[in-house]
Protein backbone atom coordinates (compact mmCIF):
# COMPACT_ATOMS: atom_id res chain seq x y z
CA UNK A 1 0.00 0.00 0.00
CA UNK A 2 1.81 3.09 -0.99
CA UNK A 3 -0.57 5.61 0.45
CA UNK A 4 0.26 4.20 4.19
CA UNK A 5 0.55 6.56 7.17
CA UNK A 6 3.33 4.87 9.96
CA UNK A 7 2.52 5.20 13.69
CA UNK A 8 4.39 7.38 16.68
CA UNK A 9 4.21 5.49 19.78
CA UNK A 10 7.19 6.48 21.74
CA UNK A 11 7.29 9.13 24.45
CA UNK A 12 10.27 10.66 23.08
CA UNK A 13 8.76 10.93 19.91
CA UNK A 14 5.69 12.66 20.74
CA UNK A 15 7.88 15.29 22.88
CA UNK A 16 10.06 16.16 20.08
CA UNK A 17 6.71 16.95 18.25
CA UNK A 18 5.75 19.03 20.58
CA UNK A 19 8.56 20.69 21.29
CA UNK A 20 8.61 21.89 17.62
CA UNK A 21 6.07 24.07 18.54
CA UNK A 22 3.73 24.05 15.05
CA UNK A 23 0.29 23.19 16.44
CA UNK A 24 -3.39 23.75 15.25
CA UNK A 25 -5.91 24.03 17.52
CA UNK A 26 -9.47 23.34 16.88
CA UNK A 27 -13.13 23.04 18.41
CA UNK A 28 -12.54 18.81 17.52
CA UNK A 29 -8.96 18.25 17.73
CA UNK A 30 -5.13 19.78 18.35
CA UNK A 31 -2.66 19.25 15.63
CA UNK A 32 0.74 19.05 16.19
CA UNK A 33 3.33 18.57 13.32
CA UNK A 34 7.25 18.23 12.76
CA UNK A 35 9.74 17.45 9.92
CA UNK A 36 10.53 14.11 10.17
CA UNK A 37 14.08 12.40 11.48
CA UNK A 38 13.32 9.74 9.59
CA UNK A 39 15.23 8.71 5.94
CA UNK A 40 12.58 8.31 3.16
CA UNK A 41 14.28 4.53 2.64
CA UNK A 42 13.16 3.59 6.49
CA UNK A 43 9.66 4.54 5.85
CA UNK A 44 8.90 4.37 1.65
CA UNK A 45 5.95 2.40 2.44
CA UNK A 46 4.47 5.18 4.63
CA UNK A 47 6.68 8.09 2.41
CA UNK A 48 7.88 9.58 5.85
CA UNK A 49 4.50 10.64 7.33
CA UNK A 50 3.62 9.49 10.73
CA UNK A 51 0.92 10.01 13.04
CA UNK A 52 0.34 9.79 17.12
CA UNK A 53 -2.52 9.90 18.62
CA UNK A 54 -3.11 11.12 22.41
CA UNK A 55 -6.41 12.10 24.45
CA UNK A 56 -5.61 12.80 28.43
CA UNK A 57 -8.03 12.22 31.10
CA UNK A 58 -9.70 15.96 30.33
CA UNK A 59 -11.46 14.18 27.60
CA UNK A 60 -13.54 11.74 29.96
CA UNK A 61 -13.30 8.37 31.09
CA UNK A 62 -11.10 5.55 29.66
CA UNK A 63 -14.60 4.64 27.41
CA UNK A 64 -14.67 8.41 25.74
CA UNK A 65 -10.99 8.56 25.27
CA UNK A 66 -10.64 5.21 23.60
CA UNK A 67 -13.96 6.59 21.51
CA UNK A 68 -12.20 9.89 20.90
CA UNK A 69 -9.18 8.34 19.69
CA UNK A 70 -11.00 5.84 17.62
CA UNK A 71 -12.98 8.67 15.95
CA UNK A 72 -9.12 10.77 15.16
CA UNK A 73 -7.66 7.29 13.66
CA UNK A 74 -10.66 7.17 11.45
CA UNK A 75 -10.85 10.81 10.14
CA UNK A 76 -7.14 10.42 9.56
CA UNK A 77 -7.26 7.77 7.34
CA UNK A 78 -9.73 9.57 5.16
CA UNK A 79 -7.77 12.88 5.54
CA UNK A 80 -3.95 12.51 5.83
CA UNK A 81 -3.46 9.61 4.12
CA UNK A 82 -4.21 11.61 0.28
CA UNK A 83 -3.98 15.36 1.82
CA UNK A 84 -0.61 15.34 3.97
CA UNK A 85 2.51 15.96 3.07
CA UNK A 86 5.25 13.57 3.32
CA UNK A 87 8.33 13.75 5.38
CA UNK A 88 6.29 14.88 8.45
CA UNK A 89 5.45 13.50 12.05
CA UNK A 90 1.86 14.40 13.33
CA UNK A 91 0.38 14.28 16.49
CA UNK A 92 -3.48 14.27 16.51
CA UNK A 93 -4.77 15.16 20.56
CA UNK A 94 -7.91 14.47 21.73
CA UNK A 95 -10.08 17.25 22.93
CA UNK A 96 -13.50 17.00 25.40
CA UNK A 97 -15.47 18.08 22.55
CA UNK A 98 -14.11 15.05 19.87
CA UNK A 99 -16.75 12.55 21.67
CA UNK A 100 -19.09 14.33 20.48
CA UNK A 101 -18.34 16.56 18.01
CA UNK A 102 -20.31 15.68 13.83
CA UNK A 103 -17.96 13.41 12.29
CA UNK A 104 -17.79 15.90 9.04
CA UNK A 105 -16.62 18.63 11.05
CA UNK A 106 -13.94 16.52 13.08
CA UNK A 107 -12.77 15.49 9.27
CA UNK A 108 -12.55 19.89 8.32
CA UNK A 109 -10.76 20.50 11.55
CA UNK A 110 -8.24 18.14 10.46
CA UNK A 111 -8.07 19.00 6.59
CA UNK A 112 -8.22 23.24 8.04
CA UNK A 113 -5.01 22.07 10.30
CA UNK A 114 -3.43 20.45 7.25
CA UNK A 115 -4.31 24.11 5.48
CA UNK A 116 -3.36 26.52 8.46
CA UNK A 117 -0.08 24.70 8.75
CA UNK A 118 1.05 24.46 5.40
CA UNK A 119 1.82 20.50 5.38
CA UNK A 120 -1.68 19.94 3.22
CA UNK A 121 0.08 17.94 0.14
CA UNK A 122 -0.14 19.96 -3.13
CA UNK A 123 -3.41 19.23 -5.06
CA UNK A 124 -5.19 19.33 -2.15
CA UNK A 125 -7.87 16.81 -0.12
CA UNK A 126 -11.23 15.91 -1.36
CA UNK A 127 -13.05 16.28 2.42
CA UNK A 128 -11.52 20.10 1.85
CA UNK A 129 -14.38 21.65 0.27
CA UNK A 130 -16.56 23.02 2.43
CA UNK A 131 -14.76 25.37 4.99
Known amino acids: MPN ?12 KIAGARRKWVASGLILQVRPSDEP ?21 NAV ?36 TRPYDLLKQDLAAGLRRLKVQRPGGNPEDGAS
Open 64 to 99: KRNRAKRRLRAAVREVMVDGAASAHDYVVIARAETV
Open 4 to 15: RIGRIYSRKDFL
Open 40 to 60: AEAGAHAEGRRVGFTASKKVG
